[in-house]
């Protein structure tokens, strides 16, 4: 596939109201929230080992789902919020499908971490309204950002799957089908 | 399809959060969000008519979205948070199919609710530091598991909608296309 990454992450931003000046504002608060963000993954996936559908996929792997998550997470204070973190997330979506993550993974995970990041943020920032209300619509930004990525391309690889699927049981060459499908349009 | 809608339910507030306590931290907040989300709602269209992927479905029926939006957005804060609640969720993920949505538009739409929200919240109640953490991760949890069901349903959607367009495509029976994809079983 060949995808327009810088396009993908204009249309993104605009759609969850990732703006320059939100990504100033994640930036700027970047030291006060890193030396919390290791509890943070450390309480995520505590949460997850309790649920039975995602605990199976956490089996012997823990730690390292940990380091890679921790580094996401740093990244989303530090930026930059560019083509190439929309193409690192628009990986992650395709990563979940070709190892079998159900598809509500992606929200249900995403809302955890929020669940988690607010309560940190007005813990740190609740005496200086302004400056919590900037960073609370950042933060929702930014993970609606990489949330809104990683579906996208979930979807696209559903769909390829599908496919060689379909392709694979029916015995049919893809070139009938492209043809034959050619023909309905 | 038969979807056991209470344990979907519970699945989904596992993954999302949605504790009694938080139900309960959103229903008491209901009088005073709820004068405030007609502004909510119209604000998140002015978004959506700005975004082109987005206004094209936007004409002609603005009117009548807003006030589906609405009821959906004041059911968030008085509840019920059960079965049926999960079922309209599940049915607003299959129109979204039907009518061709494009996948995103669930997550960015969300997204841009939830910055609405957590801006108001913060507005109404900053000065109560407990009250306000409690409250955006309520708020966060609810349109959390929306979103989770919707998509769920959405994939699911999707799935029998290439089933279909494959069959056709290709001419083979739903029988025939059945048996031999359990001979691959």
Known sequence: ??????????????????TDEKEAC???????????????????????TKIPNTAVFLENRLELLKATHLKWLQSLFTGPYDKDFTALMYKVGDVHVKVNLPVEF??????????????????ICADDKEKCKKLLTAVSAVTG??????????????????LEKFLKISGMSRTLFTNLAEAYE
Chains 1, 2 share one sequence.
Request: aromatic letters at 10%; glycine letters at 4%.
């Open 145 to 162: 950002f990489s949330l809104l990525i990683m579906q996208q391309s979930y979807q696209a690889s559903t769909l390829v799957e599908e």
């Open 26 to 48: 994640l930036q700027e608060f970047s030291s006060e929230i890193t030396p919390r963000l290791p509890e943070i993954t450390d309480a995520f996936y505590q949460q997850l």
């Open 1 to 18: 596939m060949d995808i327009d990454f810088d396009e993908l992450t204009d249309y993104a931003k605009k759609f969850t109201g990732l």
């Open 106 to 123: 992606m929200a249900g995970g995403m809302t955890l971490i929020n669940n988690q990041l607010i309560a940190n943020i007005v813990d």
